[in-house]
């Protein structure tokens, strides 16, 4: 592995860490999604650099990370709706509000 | 073209109707009900008729062969029966229930493209577009305020599940420098594959993976969702899009262990501790779904036991207790949705004297309920005997052993339920319990088909094995 490959390694795991800290320590529904966001990104960051460094002549990597973006988006608005719905019941987005349920 | 990708443009189709249908706003839910009964009854003869299509499609990204197309008839069989029994769907309101149905077409095409994915983009795909349609569907019920939580909930596990399971496919797209399954199983056999990102990547592929299957330690979302959820979803997720899962799993393992010894194992182990975890958690409920949840926690660990087995008789294994699990589910949830009819979310001592309040759904809960305990007349217990048969032929005698220990502590609570349907008294007020003819006749033909396979397996598994399911799971 190269040395710009191990850089952008070290650039996803970073933000993929980032994503799970804040699932952790989160207690906002918006700010989860965004710690999710995250680390989807990360998993895009590491497509487009296997894509560049390992394979250059082919364009796999970048077909699936313009559709990880898109599904991204339309992930972002299912959630947004359903965080809406929960506003409306619980009259707050703290997780720690919405919790009746007892698996 | 057309006929090799039969079952999938049905299920497009069907879509796409609802989706125009939707469209309109004096729109009556049954008529939106009537099209999606006829339409999954076309995707069920599309489905047969592609049966013994072959072909590997789209740059060797999405493979045709009789262990897809076979796995796409049982869903658009799945598919037809939630359509039938689901009616009416009480606690969605009506304007949304148009577009549940919707969301039921478009889970049923992903469902469809995972039991025959063959590259990593597909499976995400498929995948996601199961999930959006499922978290949409648990989302719709409005009667009760704990249904938004247990949505918000399910999209939330599932959605870090899947951010996980894509970051493991990144991993394995930089090992394999590739994204079909062709190209994995290439690398691997030629040994160029950087097992730093592999193992990672295959590790975190799975997770994502038991998540959806609700396998220990993944489980957790199940009984929540199952509970939150209006009981025709609950039907839904415990029925067709579990099997789903199986389906696209199985292909992954079994083109992945030659190469990975210590995959069998793992799934060895995880089996057992799903399989137990489901078992003992179930003894402590009260409402009904959840203990069918626990129940379907239970059998995706006896699946995932038999899927180790990489004997040639594994795939039939896995096939016919797939089958076998569709039809007990089935049972289980349509007379749990004839209960509703008093009131919502029923506990287990509503079933106390449905015997003396309808006969024919008590015998047909107790067939399925038997059977899933794998009493012996019934098919459970041949599916179980075919799956444990292959684990133990590929030398986990000790996980077979303890699979069969579960099963027997399954049969207590099981028995719980069948005894409170047989021997508990009804309320004072009881009623006759009244039934729609569609239940009636579909609860017998369901446990006629649950007794008939377990006494007369032979033709159904003679038909698995002509198939040649090990052949078309080879790469």
């Known amino acids: 592995m190269t040395a710009g490959l191990m850089a952008y390694m070290l650039i996803s795991v970073t933000m993929f860490g980032l994503g799970i800290y804040g699932l952790m320590e989160r207690r906002n529904l918006v700010g989860l999604l965004i710690s999710v966001e995250l680390m989807l990104n990360a998993a895009g960051i590491n497509f487009m650099a296997f894509n560049y460094y390992l394979m250059p002549d082919k364009v796999d990597g970048q077909i699936m990370t313009i559709f990880v973006i898109g599904l991204a988006a339309a992930e972002a608005t299912l959630f947004l709706a359903i965080v809406f719905a929960v506003f409306r019941y619980y009259r707050s987005i703290n997780v720690e509000k919405v919790d009746h349920l007892r698996g | ?475």
């Open chain 2, 1 to 475: 073209m057309i006929d090799v990708l039969l079952p999938e443009v049905s299920a497009l189709t069907g879509l796409l109707i609802l989706f125009f249908l939707s469209l309109s706003d004096n729109l009556s839910d049954a008529l939106a009900r009537r099209v999606t009964l006829i339409w999954s009854l076309v995707t069920v003869v599309c489905s047969f008729i592609a049966l013994d299509q072959t072909g590997l499609l789209f740059s060797e990204s999405y493979r045709i062969d009789s262990y897809s197309q076979l796995f796409k008839l049982i869903i658009a069989v799945g598919l037809f029966f939630n359509a039938l029994l689901g009616w009416p769907l009480r606690s969605i309101p009506e304007e949304q229930r148009t577009e549940y149905y919707l969301f039921f077409f478009s889970a049923g095409l992903g469902m469809m493209l995972l039991a025959s994915v063959f590259n990593f983009l597909v499976l995400y795909l498929a995948m996601e577009l199961v999930a959006y349609s499922v978290y949409a569907m648990v989302g719709m019920r409005r009667d009760r305020t704990e249904s938004i939580e247990s949505a918000v909930k399910y999209f939330l596990v599932g959605a870090v599940s899947s951010a996980v399971g894509l970051y493991g496919l990144s991993l394995i797209y930089g090992a394999a420098q590739g994204l079909t399954f062709g190209a994995l199983v290439e690398a691997l056999r030629q040994g160029t594959v950087e097992p730093r990102l592999l193992i990672p990547g295959v590790v975190m592929v799975f997770s994502s993976f038991l998540f959806k299957l609700a396998a220990f330690p993944f489980h957790v979302w199940a009984p929540d969702a199952y509970d939150g959820a209006a009981s025709p979803v609950a039907m839904f997720l415990a029925s067709v899009s579990k099997l789903a899962g199986i389906a696209a799993l199985f292909r992954i393992v079994y083109l992945l262990h030659p190469f990975l010894p210590r995959l069998e194992t793992a799934l060895g182990v995880i089996a057992i501790l799903t399989m137990s975890y489901g078992n003992f958690v179930a003894f402590r409920q009260k409402s009904a779904k959840r203990l069918f949840a626990y129940s379907s926690i239970a059998q995706a660990g006896y699946i995932l036991l038999g899927m180790i087995g990489f004997a040639a008789s594994s795939p039939q294994a896995v096939m016919f207790y797939s089958i076998v699990y569709l039809l007990m589910n089935l049972v289980l949830f349509l007379v749990t949705l004839a209960l509703e009819e008093s009131r919502a979310d029923p506990e287990i001592s509503s079933f106390a004297g449905l015997y003396k309040r309808n006969a024919l759904l008590a015998f047909s809960l107790m067939v399925s309920l038997f059977s899933l305990a794998g009493v012996p007349p019934l098919s459970g217990f041949f599916g179980k005997w075919l799956l444990f048969s292959s684990a133990a032929e590929q030398g986990h005698i000790w996980l077979v052993v303890l699979a069969i220990l579960n099963s027997v502590i399954s049969l207590y609570y099981y028995l719980f339920v069948v005894k409170a349907a047989y021997f508990g008294d009804p309320d004072k007020k009881y009623s006759p319990l009244p039934s729609t003819f569609t239940a009636r006749s579909a609860a017998f033909v369901l446990s006629v088909a649950i007794a008939m396979l377990g006494l007369f397996p032979r033709p159904l598994f003679d038909f698995l094995t002509s198939l040649n399911l090990a052949q078309a799971l080879a790469p």
